[in-house]
């Protein structure tokens, strides 16, 4: 296993080294912002390197979402028989080109990354230290004391009795948690059209991501090094304002984002919309956006005729 993983093993430990060069002058070489430094501009590079995976996964749910109704139209047909109903569904995805498990792609393309900078981080933690990948052991032995508001990057929640470590790896475990909640309900409030709540397969997915994904970080974060905390805080962050940016800027039609961007689109150009784009409007039921700047036309009376 450590041979199939070396490549990425010098891979992470190369762009950790060179950002860490980058920034020592600044820091000190010792610092652990220095170290810390270094991780944040691998979560950089490895999520630009990313982009297409995510774009494909925005795709794919989008593709998804419109195929809902004929994923029910199959559920109700086939309600008896989970083998049909399976099938079908099968069928369904491959006419589209869809893949219901693209929405995992970005996490599982950083699984090996993630994997491979815990054992990288993890050498550095154990003692006496051991080196992966280009590191060397005056490397490791540096990173090893290196310490950021008092508490060694290599150090985890379970493995050591220092104060220090035990708030912020409690800070980074609470954080990377709370990012991966509101980043979820981010998705399911304004990133997704409203849904027949009743024995819809995404919609479930989507609530089952939202709780069990934050208790995996915090039950699995006290193992974790607080550099891989570092990791995994950054890359929640960064996933948070690249789906806020593409729900602000693009979002999926007929979400609460897309009938709000509409709204605010009609509202510049002086249109009105109809009252079935305006589900979010707090107007009255059969009214129109109130245009603000438009002046009002008269309402022409009836004269009366003259005998």
Not at 257 to 269: D, F, G, M, T, V
Not at 282 to 304: A, Y
Request: aromatic share 8%; hydrophobic share 45%.
């Amino acid at each position: 296993m450590s041979n199939i993983l070396n490549p990425l093993y010098i891979a992470v430990s190369w762009v950790i080294i060179m950002i860490h060069k980058l920034v020592s002058p600044i820091f000190s070489p010792d610092s652990g912002v220095s170290w810390a430094l270094s991780i944040i501009g691998l979560v950089i590079i490895i999520r630009i390197l990313l982009i297409p995976l995510f774009v494909k996964q925005i795709k794919s749910q989008r593709a998804l979402t419109a195929l809902q109704p004929h994923l029910k139209a199959i559920q109700s047909k086939h309600k008896d028989d989970r083998q049909k109903q399976s099938e079908e569904m099968m069928k369904l995805y491959k006419e589209h080109k869809t893949n219901p498990l693209a929405s995992c792609f970005p996490i599982l393309a950083q699984a090996p990354i993630f994997f491979a900078l815990f054992t990288v981080l993890n050498g550095i933690g154990k003692k006496p230290p051991r080196a992966h990948g280009v590191l060397t052991i005056a490397d490791v032995n540096n990173a090893a004391h290196a310490t950021i508001f008092g508490a060694p990057i290599s150090a985890t929640f379970l493995g050591s009795t220092n104060g220090s470590v035990k708030i912020v790896t409690v800070f980074l475990i609470a954080f990377m948690s709370i990012t991966t909640f509101t980043t979820q309900r981010q998705l399911m409030v304004k990133g997704m059209p409203k849904m027949d709540s009743s024995n819809n397969m995404m919609l479930q997915q989507q609530k089952i991501m939202l709780y069990a994904f934050p208790l995996i970080f915090a039950v699995s974060g006290v193992n974790f090094p607080i550099g891989v905390l570092i990791y995994w805080s950054t890359t929640n962050l960064w996933t948070w304002g690249q789906q806020f940016y593409v729900i602000k800027r693009n979002p999926t039609p007929g979400s609460p984002a897309y009938l709000e961007l509409q709204a605010k689109r009609a509202r510049k150009s002086g249109i009105e919309l109809p009252v079935e784009n305006q589900e979010e409007s707090p107007q009255t039921p059969g009214s129109t956006l109130e245009i603000k700047g438009q002046r009002q036309q008269p309402v022409k009376k009836k004269r009366p005729k003259k005998k």
